[in-house]
């Protein structure tokens, strides 16, 4: 009807066209722009122990596969990379993280390590200096850090297990970057999401593990 109009009214119709085109293109260039808080396809490197592996669980059910569907499903464009290795130390992810930032290339590093030094009473300050060499090839790479948290069951020393849960915080203060406190927050004082083992939740515990982390990750993704 509007082109019938501009026909019968004697308006040289090309211009006019061209003018609409041109306003609806930019219209939907800025709708696109503004439909999506995060800029471009990012990739999430995952550098974990046991409990990122999905160590004595049926594939796709960890937390971190958890949180690739949840990607999906909030439609943010992000890819995660599982590099998690069962037993990992720190001293492990940090040998191993050069090679993964070279393949990858990944906007964002998650590193959840940390629990078998504990377990293994390893020095909390050779702990932190992994964590801290892991954070500074990763900024060198241009990739940012979410860090991760655990805590040590009270059984390891009451001392140590303080020292190595307040390692994170202090880290995390120092190379400025996020910080989950504690990962199986909610978790671990329940003895029944955990598999026979007492060390490794169980299925039904991993969504929960990622309520956890989830928020400090979509707010990572989301900074530039």
Known sequence: MLDSFIRLSGFNTR???????????????????????????????????????????ARGTGWVALAEE????????ATIVNA??????????RSRLPALLEKHKPALVIIEL???????????????????????????ADAR????????P???????ADRFYAMYGTLAKQ???????????????KPELFQPDRLHPL???????????WPTLQKSLKAK
């Open 203 to 213: 299925a039904s515990a991993h969504p929960v593990i990622l309520a956890n982390i």
């Open 145 to 152: 850090v979410l860090l991760i948290g655990m805590r040590m």
């Open 15 to 57: 211009p006019r066209r061209f003018a609409q085109w041109l306003t609806i293109a930019w219209v939907l260039m800025l709708a696109s722009a503004a439909g999506s808080a995060y800029s471009a396809p990012k990739t999430v490197l995952v550098l974990g122990d046991s409990l990122s592996a999905e160590y004595g669980l």
């Open 154 to 160: 009270p059984n390891y020393g009451r001392d140590y």
């Open 175 to 189: 190379i400025q970057a996020p910080l989950v406190p504690f990962m199986l927050e909610g978790v671990a004082d």
């Open 84 to 93: 998690s290795v069962s037993g990992e130390t720190t001293s492990g992810g």
């Open 70 to 77: 949840k990607l999906r499903n909030q439609k943010i464009e």
């Open 114 to 140: 940390g629990a078998n030094d504990g377990l293994r009473g390893l020095p909390v300050a050779a702990a932190e200096a992994n964590l801290l060499a892991m954070n500074n090839a990763a900024r060198k």
